[in-house]
């Protein structure tokens, strides 16, 4: 921690700040520029109550030194984790995709699905049991019969589930379900649900939230890490801006930064971040081009006729195609699909 | 609904959507301008799923007419709710002051800070047994404790509690405690939990999210109203800009806006937008000034040996000479404190 | 300037950067913590190439510990700037009211406007004559014939002009005229606009760029009085974000921030943030409330012809009302109008 | 034009409108709907005063249905706008890569690095002669020296030109030693500068604001157009949000968005987007993947010693193996470079 003193600090303000660093147990080594002092405290930072100083007299500001995560940074663990979804693993040369209907809305159009993502090479099927809407009069999907039908799907396929969990008293019946639990965006700092989670030892789909920084991002990790779950997958599904023609802004650059202080995979979603199936295609061969450790792709037979963001499904045909477009992309940095 | 086609559209594309929506039971009057054609639906938007028109050929366009929410609107009730909390009437000519420390920490203090508060003039008292804090390392509040902890400040001012419930889980619990829920901006779309205490018959302070638009804002309000709760109150507490100055943004405009289309209450919290203790009485009044029905401001005995949010917190003589300054602000625009 | 190394630097990479560090004339003072070690150096940093340390090998991040600016700093001048406007003083006890029609549509109108609203209490007279609009094909303003128009509104009331320049082309043609420069949104960080304005010793109202930092701004401000001009009015319009109610997100936080880090004056636009004259009253008290040093409102005599932004002006009716209004906020803060 | 009408429009509002647009020569088609009515306006939108209508008694909202652009409209021209520069092609099949410093600060530097990023496959040479820097203190540009150093690397190299120019009374100057004009992201909307070098014949690479929309973006690009000059290469270069691991969030969604609604060509520069080189490889290839037209990276021989943005310049043997990865991802999306 440094403690940079406003230029009208007094040499008492500076003595203070510095006995009150010792008394909490740190070592100080004050610098004396010409114009401001500023003090290294050297010591546990979990015993330094931040606030106490930033509100000396005479102090300026407060400088963390040591980022606030830990079991999520690379400065912990240096080689990438890899996650292993029953033989699927995330975070290795292979790009794993994810694909399938928002919402689930009957078994026969799931397992359709179910089986025509498959053939296209997707490796995890994703369907939302619980729905969070903006509006409560939108639906809300078919909670346990939803999960019932992804079993089916899985039954057919052989893919792996993901399915969203949206409150801690279904964290055990989704449990029961699923192979990874999904955490969306409006929940990304719903600690409590978080730390549920963290309790199972299930992996989590961990989507951004709207407004998350990526450092906030990965304290939210972090608290699903510190309950002993350490198979955490990010996945960016775009932030909220100012433009209004996507209907949130993909931030790809989250890839490099996020490989740069994390050892965690990183999966995006082009469809939720655009909110239009005609820029998901561009989107998801730059994502891989960009980095990412997976995709999440929304894919339904009918898109107009979907109960729930059929705008941004692709149908099953276009799926097949693309797949096919990431494929060559995907070898032109030498990893696979 | 208004349906505007693309400039490329065809007659047949036009004859297909209009098709669609006579089987969906709308009437439609279509307007055929020089350039492009749009087509008028009227009829019961519940019918209408709106992809099924998004994505079809030729059309570009869909353009809502109706408010998505309807029981936190002022089309449908004119006047201003006016919540009573035991006497105490939020909404009303008066504008009520809430204050208290972020975090419970032990009874002396906080039953001190009450009797302080209530000194000045605050008409409830807050304070958070269960806290949502970025850092899974931060002290969590002291849950069970803490409510009943604030019961003893009530007991010992009659001022009314306010306190936040962050799971479902918990709102049982909470509900025998307190007498206003707060949802934090961190839950503002956490449905279930909206849900959940729109099923009370307790008054619920809803904070915005960090980047929730007004609208969606007022979506999260329907899902409590839309339960059978009609007791919510609106807070105004900063949203998440690239500004770094100050923690959030506050966005005083909310106020006229909210005013303008709805019918709830809207309160301000200074501290939480500013983070920084020293800005807080000039956004006070600014608030008020501007026609905030309340405030809701921390304070704390000793700001640096806070647990939590010491930074943003005023001593209790700072918030005695700052409700004097409001007194005189709130007289200047004909309402009382 | 601190120098935070990473947790993987090598001895030999510390001390690369401090030698580096003493031929570029530091002095440096190491601190070696358990985790990571931050150098901090002590200089004249205009002899520092940041970059050229930040890309060592081994270094974390630079952290800088002055401020980028000096002339607008209140480091450097610890009493407010007032700035005397033939005899109308802004930054003083007196809040200063500015106001007129966004566009200078012809004389009639435009002197009638400027005795309205001097009846009413203005003190300086606004309107444009280089109108930057977002389309090619809007009004552009009347030019060098609407400056004619607004010396006559001078002379007919003896208000004081404020007028924005466009173009380093027009600085001497404007200066010809007016009495404050005004640099709108857009323009403020057209540097050589700002380094051509600060060449003159006229008075220069600098608007808030639409999502420029309180920093940012501060910055530009440090090119005009970097220049020799000193005399600069800061105006707070608004920044953009993600909210659509209101055109843009008018930030009253900076007024504290500003008056915490600089000596400038502070004025808002309320009705360039909102947009919409019906906001404008409200936010115009809460701007006075929070602090601001002025107000810069648009007014028409009928709104509804206006060419330019007739949507966000207040109708004389309603600024003599407002007026009054603001009178008692003014007096409720021990300020004046 | 579509208007809607307030629920509480009473009859004789609807007509007071539907009578003023007949005035303004527009053709009304009136829908009655349950609750609102909503007027269609059919005809000259350049004769409807907008402002005129929208505060007109019972007017809720005014829904434009044309898009405000025209010439940069697909709606207009159908084929993509390729520009030919010298015969480098901009908008075609292949990707045309633009490198070089960010400043041109001495001849020799800047030659060898023209004559290594030739070697490595780039067609345009960048270099800035005017550089806007937000501090008044930093390095501002060689201006004319630098053009005349621009031109020994072309001619060293036969590669073509691309610099910025910041002021309205530079353009006959730099037009005469460029082959493409740069407007940078801080002057998007410095409308005369954009009607200056709409009155010239050279292509003109418009960057994004930081804080535009596409919409925006588009429109600055019409302001070029309209003065005649159709060769304008759009460049996404990053936006301003909340995130501060990147220096702004580079939005590839505007590659597929502009390609719906535009003829135009896009360029991203992933150098200023995240202001990190570590990055710039990464996005470099995700840009490409997305569909890009081309890319601007800056290049500099020794980033450490780099006058202005070392930080992300990238060496020339990077430089180079990025070109190679490049070649490869281009050819993955059946295009070259």
């Known amino acids: ?179 990874i639990f999904q955490i969306g965006a409006r929940n990304m700092q719903n600690f409590r649900l978080l730390s549920e989670v963290g309790m199972t030892r299930k992996p989590v789909l961990l989507k951004r939230g709207l407004s998350a920084t990526i450092e906030e991002w990965l304290m939210a990790a972090e608290y699903i890490i510190a309950e002993g779950n350490h198979e955490v997958i990010l996945c960016e599904r775009g932030i909220r801006t100012f433009e209004t023609m996507t209907r949130n802004t993909l931030d790809l650059s989250a890839i490099p930064a996020i490989k740069d202080v994390s050892h965690l995979p990183v999966v995006v979603d082009p469809s939720h971040a655009t909110g239009n199936w005609k820029y998901v295609p561009a989107l998801a061969k730059g994502a891989v081009a960009t980095g990412a450790d997976g995709l999440i792709i929304e894919v339904h037979p009918n898109p107009p006729s979907a109960l729930c963001d059929g705008p941004q499904s692709l149908r099953p045909e276009r799926f097949e195609s693309l797949m096919d477009e990431l494929r060559l992309v995907a070898q032109a940095i030498q990893r696979t699909i």
Chains 1, 2, 3, 4 share one sequence.
Request: proline share 4%; glycine share 10%.
């Open 1 to 179: 921690m440094i403690i940079v003193m406003k230029q009208s600090a007094t040499v008492k303000d500076i003595e203070s700040v510095e006995s009150r660093l010792l008394d909490l147990g740190f070592k100080t080594h004050p610098i004396h520029g010409d114009i401001k002092t500023v003090i290294g405290a050297i010591g546990d930072k979990r015993l330094l109550n931040v606030h106490a100083i930033s509100q000396m007299q005479g102090v300026e500001t407060l400088v963390p030194i040591m980022k606030p995560y830990k079991f999520a940074s690379s400065e912990l663990q240096h080689t990438p984790t890899i996650i292993d979804v029953g033989g699927v693993q995330i975070g290795g040369k292979e790009i794993v995709v994810m694909a399938g209907p928002c919402a689930i809305e009957n078994e026969k159009d799931f397992v359709d699905t179910a089986i025509s993502v498959k053939k296209s090479g997707a490796k995890i099927l994703r369907g939302g049991a619980f729905k969070p809407r903006s509006s409560p009069y939108a639906f809300q999907g078919l909670e346990e019969d939803g999960l019932k039908i992804m079993v089916a799907g899985r039954e057919a396929t052989g893919l792996k589930l993901v399915t969203e969990v949206v409150d801690t008293r279904d964290v055990e019946l989704v449990n029961k379900y699923t192979d």
